[in-house]
Nanobody, 123 residues
Framework: VQLQASGGGLAQAGGSLRLSCTASRRTYIMGWFRQAPGKEREFVSAVTATPRLTYYSDSVQGRFTISRDSASNTVYLQMNRLKPEDTAVYYC????????????????????WGQGTLVTVSS
């Protein structure tokens, strides 16, 4: 499975950006991780196929919204009320098979990764 991400860029604090990621075929889980300079990669959000369940990290809950278009195998991350601490390289990830909820936020369960897209939020 190949993942193609797009949509990063520069935004001011309080602004919005939307990321997109298209998979070459259907996967069960699609999600986003991010990695800021000098920090480890961290989970941001994920969405399952059926049932359509969404997951968020505490740091983005209420500000970011993940959605998925099954017809095009595309996942979107709408990022609102951006903060400077949201600055990072964002990676799209996918997994073909189901996984228990407690594992959903762990990078090692994802089989496929896209190239990163840089999001920079200025204060």
């Amino acid at each position: 499975v190949q993942l193609q991400a797009s949509g990063g860029g520069l935004a001011q604090a309080g602004g919005s950006l939307r990321l997109s990621c298209t998979a070459s075929r259907r996967t069960y889980i699609m999600g986003w991780f991010r990695q800021a300079p000098g920090k480890e990669r961290e989970f941001v959000s994920a969405v399952t196929a059926t049932p359509r369940l969404t997951y968020y990290s505490d740091s983005v809950q209420g500000r970011f919204t993940i959605s998925r278009d099954s017809a095009s195998n595309t996942v979107y991350l709408q990022m609102n009320r951006l903060k400077p601490e949201d600055t990072a390289v964002y990676y799209c990830a996918a997994r073909s098979e189901r996984v228990i909820t407690s594992m959903m936020k762990r990078a090692e369960v994802y089989d496929y990764w896209g190239q990163g897209t840089l999001v920079t939020v200025s204060s």
